[in-house]
């Protein structure tokens, strides 16, 4: 598993994290295998969020129970979580009391004194960054809150923060796969006449992350678009399927790590956001961190998924 540093986190970054936002109704042994597998891996990252699971914070509170981690246990895993959208609703919420409520709420579910990373989680249109500040200035001050970073930000957006924000912005969560890449490829085509794909649309935001030593977290990296199934097997994409079984072959793999190293083998580091609780799906996923696909077979990938390369 290849790891990075990352900003005010101790540990290394794996770049596979294990997403554990569908563990709600996992027993504790069905959790600790997730945890076991992940860890044989190579993943020591797990990514939680307040609104995961029934009532708040459930998958949180969830995987607390079931590990029941000391506190030298705890040491050797990068929990990061995630605030800002309400429910019911849902609607957003960046202000100061939100905020340092809900770490409160998730430090007493996850049952530990501190969180290594806490996300923004999408975009709140009424933010007041000065909120933010005073909010990340009093949990990274108590101790509670490690690491910040921001889910679905534009650059602007992150800008914005940083204007008022002291801490480093060391994480940004965005949808990212094969098919679903328009942050990747419109810099492929960039400038096309006529090309829809050349359309910026996110002010260069691959590039901005990596000026800028903010991670690329990419969520739902097996889905075709958004939440719309996934693409590996899928009667939708048959070139790529082509494409990707050819290269599992070759590499001896399966599919999905070929899915995988796709993302990892972007230079910018970014990481891969596991949503399987599937073992078997988690221990092959995390198989393309190692795959040292070739410029070649990358572009070929992005061809197969229908993205025009001049």
Not at 129 to 142: K, N
Not at 274 to 295: M, N, Y
Request: with cysteine; glycine share 6%; net charge negative.
């Amino acid at each position: 598993m290849k790891t990075f540093p990352m900003p005010d986190v101790a540990l290394p970054a794996p770049n596979v994290v294990q997403g554990l936002m569908r563990i709600q109704d996992k027993s504790d042994d069905e959790v600790r295998t997730i945890v076991r597998t992940a860890r044989d891996a190579g993943i020591t990252f797990f990514d939680h969020a307040d609104v995961y699971g029934t009532p708040k914070h459930g998958c949180e509170r969830r995987f607390a129970e079931a590990m029941q981690l000391s506190a030298s246990e705890r040491e050797q895993y990068t929990i990061q979580t995630k605030a800002g959208i309400r429910t019911p609703g849902p609607f957003f919420d960046f202000s100061y009391e939100h905020l340092t409520s809900s770490v409160e709420g998730s430090l007493k579910a996850l049952e530990t004194d501190y969180i290594d990373i806490l996300l923004l989680h999408r975009p709140d249109a009424l933010v007041e960054p000065e909120e933010v500040a005073r909010a990340f200035d009093e949990l990274h001050a108590s101790g509670k809150v490690r690491a910040f970073g921001v889910s679905n930000h534009t650059p602007g957006q992150i800008e914005l923060l940083k204007k008022f924000v002291k801490q480093p912005i060391v994480a940004n969560q965005l949808q990212l796969s094969i098919t679903h890449a328009p942050m990747i490829a419109q810099g492929i085509a960039a400038n096309m006449s006529g090309l829809d794909q050349s359309v910026s649309r996110d002010s260069g935001i691959v590039d901005y992350c990596r000026l800028n030593d903010i991670t690329i977290q990419a969520w739902s990296p097996y889905q075709a678009g958004f939440f719309d199934g996934p693409f590996l097997g899928s009667a939708k994409f048959p070139e790529l399927n082509a494409v990707i079984d050819r290269l599992a072959e070759k590499y001896d793999v399966p599919p999905t790590a070929i899915a995988t190293a796709w993302i990892t083998r972007h230079p910018a580091q970014m990481q891969v956001v596991l949503g399987t609780t599937t073992p078997e799906r988690i221990t092959a996923a995390a198989q393309g961190s190692d795959i040292p696909l070739t410029r070649a077979e990358w572009y070929e990938l992005v061809r197969a998924a229908g993205y025009v390369v001049p």
